[in-house]
């Protein structure tokens, strides 16, 4: 027990140290010159290949649908994973090392891997809260679209209105495309990036229709007015379910709260009226 918790502190600390040297290269970078980044950039590649490869596909996904949150990216948050990893497991080695006994190697597996899936946890309730948050946006948005359309309004000057006066992630999101598109991004590379960054299937259908007109000519009209009518029709469901679990809730609240409290009431005036008497 004692060489295998050796052999894993020594790899635990290896894998501690190029995290710790790729993380620090990073703010390097962001904070020096340029020439003290081009010097530092082979080393921040090589770092980055032992600590942080390229994030897996499902993982990528999950940080552009939590909106890539400190503007970290995917590789930099699998370095972070790894980094907690091999925190978790010296801190468990120490507490297997001070404190000897059978729960302790539990401890030695439990606290890496835990370490290691917190980001994916805090990443996917993030992405929870933004879904929720483009569901709520998302007929607005879509009628604003529609009646641009509908006044003559090309398509770019279409979505930089409706994201100009709209206040939620929605119209932030599809600004950032347009913004994007001015900096000289391509429109399909900047509307690709809106819909990994905004994974609902309306957005993903709206994404779709605007590639099929630029390329096509196809009209966007019914299109959009579909989306909306959906997504209107599709948020009156949502707030109807909601209600629907919220009855069930008040009935419990007014069982255990209310009725006691009436009943202790009715009952202190028995008491009182039997004691006058």
């Not at 620090?24 to 770092?47: I, P, T």
């Amino acid at each position: 027990m004692n060489s295998i918790s050796a052999i894993s502190a020594g790899l635990a600390a290896c894998c501690a140290v190029f995290a710790f040297a790729d993380l620090a290269l990073l703010r390097a970078e962001r904070r020096a010159s340029a020439a003290r980044v081009q010097r530092g950039r082979w080393f921040r590649e090589l770092f980055g290949r032992l600590t942080a490869p390229a994030a897996p596909g499902d993982f990528s996904a999950l940080v552009d649908a939590a909106g890539a949150p400190g503007g970290y990216s995917a590789k930099e948050l699998m370095g972070a994973k790894l980094v907690g990893a091999a925190g978790g497991l010296l801190l468990a080695l120490v507490v297997a090392v001070l404190f000897a006994g059978g729960r302790t190697t539990l401890l030695v597996v439990a606290l890496p891997v835990a370490s290691f899936l917190v980001p994916d946890l805090l990443l996917r309730r993030r992405a929870g809260h933004r879904r929720r948050l483009l569901e709520t946006e998302l007929p607005i948005i879509s009628d604003r679209i529609l009646l641009a359309i509908r006044a003559g309004l090309p398509l770019g000057r279409a979505l930089a209105g409706a994201a100009e006066h709209g206040r939620g992630l929605l119209a932030l999101e599809i600004e950032r495309a347009d913004a994007l598109t001015k900096l000289g991004e391509s429109r399909a590379e900047a509307l690709a990036q809106l819909e990994r960054r905004c994974p609902l299937p309306e957005v993903v259908a709206l994404v779709a229709a605007i590639r099929r007109a630029d390329r096509y000519g196809a009209a966007l009209e019914p299109m959009l007015a579909a989306l909306a009518a959906g997504a209107r029709a599709d948020q009156q469901r949502r707030i109807t379910e909601r209600a629907q679990s919220t009855a069930p809730k008040i009935q419990l609240i007014v069982a255990l709260l209310l009725v006691p409290a009436a009943i202790c009431c009715v009952a202190a005036g028995m008491i009182a009226g039997l004691g006058g008497s």
